[in-house]
């Protein structure tokens, strides 16, 4: 039972230590690229594709429909950031099952590092789709007066992002690890399925969220447009 | 009393009352949560995909105020400053 998973360390030479987290977070690259590698060699059209063709292709268009249907747009501009989110969060929830492994996400370093790389994104998005000036309008757009809260608003949503899927994960393996020491046969097994089910929505929920503060920051554009469309023509809704 | 006991007596009495009240208000809300989910399912079943997932998200997101309690209270428990400062000395 080890509440940081960073102090777990495999591997050590000077200043450079090999901690259970480097270790997983890695392993997980490893076969995410490596599968996608291996099915991507042969790709084919038409009715004839073969079967890892088929499974990889259907769960590229269940990310891509819920990316539709969150943001309202036709677009595949955010496809690659948030299922790479998604798909990397979910293996890395998934593998807390296999005996020994511990998940990177019950790490502070990994969700703090992917919520800040959403932190990054945000204005990235934002600026390459409507432009540096108005995106910076959006700070001071009620009023000035609301800069700060903006600002705040902003970290402390990436904050929540982190400490959410760390506890949540966290405390899933916690859990296990204590009732492991009360009734060691049949509740952990139950707790163990439990965490699959939280592990898969809290993927689900970090890449959903990512996808809103993205969108959100550049979609204002958009709206705007269709309120001066909707004056000049109402029924065109 | 020495400043070991009092501070070790004090972090487990508050990580007690930090996860008991913190999982009131989340449990409160959640429940309230899914019972407009049910009442709004109940009245448009062709709209169920949106409303759970506008439902788990939600869920996921007040559910997150628990965790940081929960998060304190295990610091408190497991990973406490104080308490390793005072052993340290």
């Not at chain 1, 230590?17 to 590698?37: E, H, P, Q």
């Not at chain 2, 999982?23 to 019972?35: D, T, Y």
């Not at chain 2, 448009?44 to 997101?61: C, K, N, S, Y």
Request: proline share 5%; net charge negative.
């Amino acid at each position: 039972m080890e509440i940081n998973i960073d102090q777990i360390i495999y591997w050590e030479w000077g200043f450079i230590k090999l901690n259970a987290t480097l270790v997983y977070s890695w392993a997980v690259m490893v076969v995410l690229v490596s599968i996608s590698w291996f099915v991507s060699r042969d790709l084919t059209e038409g009715t004839g594709i073969s079967r890892k063709q088929a499974l990889i292709e259907s769960l590229v268009v269940v990310i891509q429909k819920q990316i539709e249907e969150t943001t309202q747009e036709k677009t595949d501009r955010y496809l690659p950031f948030i299922g790479t989110l998604f798909l990397f969060i979910l293996v890395s929830n998934l593998i807390s099952v296999i005996p020994g492994v511990y998940p990177p996400t019950a790490s502070l370093s990994t969700t703090a590092a992917l919520a800040i790389s959403v932190f990054v994104a945000v204005p990235i998005f934002g600026i390459g789709s409507r432009g540096v000036k108005s995106y910076f309008e959006n700070y001071v757009k009620p009023t000035p007066l609301m800069l700060p809260f903006n600002i705040i608003g902003e970290l402390s949503r990436t904050l929540a992002l982190a400490v959410r899927l760390f506890g949540n994960i966290m405390s899933g393996s916690l859990i296990v690890a204590i009732l492991l020491g009360l009734s060691p046969l049949f509740f952990p097994v139950v707790m163990q399925a439990f965490g699959l089910l939280i592990g898969v929505i809290q993927a689900y929920v970090f890449a959903i969220l990512a996808l809103v503060y993205i969108a959100s920051a550049s979609r204002i554009h958009n709206s705007e447009e269709a309120d001066s469309t909707e004056i000049i023509n109402p029924q065109n809704r | 009393m020495e400043s070991i006991s009092i501070i070790g007596m004090v972090s487990i009495i508050t990580a007690g009352v930090t996860i008991a009240v913190g999982s009131i208000a989340p449990a409160i809300g959640e429940g309230k949560a899914l019972a407009q989910a049910l009442l709004a399912i109940a009245q448009q079943p062709d709209e169920i995909p949106t409303i759970t997932r506008t439902l788990f998200v939600g869920l996921a997101m007040v559910e997150s105020t628990a965790i940081y309690c929960f998060v304190v209270a295990l610091i408190l428990i497991f990973a406490n400053p104080f308490w390793n400062y005072v052993i340290q000395v």
